[in-house]
């Protein structure tokens, strides 16, 4: 499950994004916004979710 963290990552964010690949999460960082995208596939999966929520 792909989850957009905008504060601290609660445990059930954590064990829902490493479901996924259930040793590791894949992330995607918006810096400028202090945000991140967590639980793609691939880190291009989590960027498009940040473009979609306003990243540039």
Do not use: N, P
């Not at 967590?38 to 989590?46: M, P």
Request: with cysteine; proline share 0%; aromatic share 2%.
């Amino acid at each position: 499950m792909i989850h957009i963290i905008r504060t601290r990552a609660t445990r059930g964010q954590i064990v829902e994004m490493l479901q996924v690949l259930e040793v590791y999460i894949k992330l995607a960082v918006d810096v400028e916004r202090g945000i991140l995208a967590g639980g793609c596939v691939l880190h291009a999966d989590c960027e498009v979710i940040l473009l979609q929520d306003g990243s540039r």
